[in-house]
């Protein structure tokens, strides 16, 4: 992909980074003018993925969280990526309320609220290498509305 | 994140400043509970005015106070809800056994009326 502009990433699993990650997004698509709902979206659902990362890929081990983010014309693509445990079944973790942390509050609305901020939302994941997550939005430039 | 709280009768209010995620959700709800349960109060309502982001994590949060407050027999309601936070609080399915209020007197008064 020709991305216009693009930036990456790579810090600790560590769940201070999970609003590090959202900020530094949200930072760097200021230069397509979003609107602050659309600002709002990303930066959840960015907190999202990294929060997955940390406590079910790293599982609170330390890792590295690899975070990437480019944009063509209006539309904006971010990969989180994690080298844990993976996902054992991709389909039943994107169930609303599906959670293996339920002892830790966990509501297993992560994947159901990155669906609902995003257009689009791809897991791909492998037992024991890692998982990658690609999301993407259009956005809806300030100036043009 | 700072976390403010008041008492109205048997209600503790929390109005929570600043963001809740995985990172914070931890020290609020232990700071919560150990104010719930010094103050002797019964129920709880949560102020969202102040919050400035909130992922799923604030859903567990609210859920999982909502559950330690029924064992005391008490109620937890929330109010001040941004739009943004509204949506996340929808898809999740949490109105069904938490109520929505718009104004903190709204919140009291509901509560109160519960308890009379």
């Known amino acids: 992909m020709n991305y216009e502009n693009k930036m990456k990433l790579s810090f600790n699993s560590d769940s201070r980074n ?10 760097f698509i200021m230069q397509l003018d979003p609107t602050l709902s659309d600002i709002s979206d990303i930066k959840t659902s960015v907190s999202e993925a990294v929060t997955n990362a940390i406590i079910h890929g790293y599982e609170g081990k330390e ?4 975070l990437f983010c480019g944009y063509v ?37 992560g994947f159901t609220v990155m669906e609902t901020f995003m257009d689009t939302v791809t897991v791909e994941s492998e037992k024991g290498v890692g998982t990658k997550v690609t999301m993407t939005k259009k956005i809806d430039k300030t100036s043009s509305l | 994140m700072q976390l403010n709280f008041d008492k109205v009768n048997n209600i503790l209010i929390v109005s929570i400043e600043g963001e809740i995620d995985h990172h914070t959700a931890e020290e609020i709800r232990t700071r919560i509970e150990d104010e719930f349960y010094s103050l002797n109060v019964k129920n709880m309502i949560f102020d969202f005015s102040k919050v400035t ?25 929330v109010a001040k809800v941004n739009e943004t936070f509204d949506r996340i609080f929808k898809i999740s399915g949490l109105y ?21």
């Open chain 2, 96 to 116: 069904k056994i938490i109520k929505c209020y718009e104004t903190l007197d709204e919140a009291v008064s509901a509560i109160s009326g519960v308890i009379k």
């Open chain 1, 63 to 66: 890792g590295i969280v690899e």
């Open chain 1, 18 to 27: 999970e609003a590090f990650a959202r900020i530094a997004v949200s930072a």
């Open chain 2, 53 to 77: 982001f909130m992922d799923s994590s604030g859903i567990g949060m609210v859920i999982g106070r909502y559950k330690y407050v029924k064992n005391f027999g008490g109620k937890v309601v």
């Open chain 1, 73 to 109: 014309e209006n539309t904006v693509y971010i990969e989180i990526t994690d080298k844990g445990k993976g996902i054992e079944n991709i389909e039943k973790a994107r169930t609303p309320l599906f959670t293996t942390k339920i002892d830790e509050e966990r509501s297993g609305m």
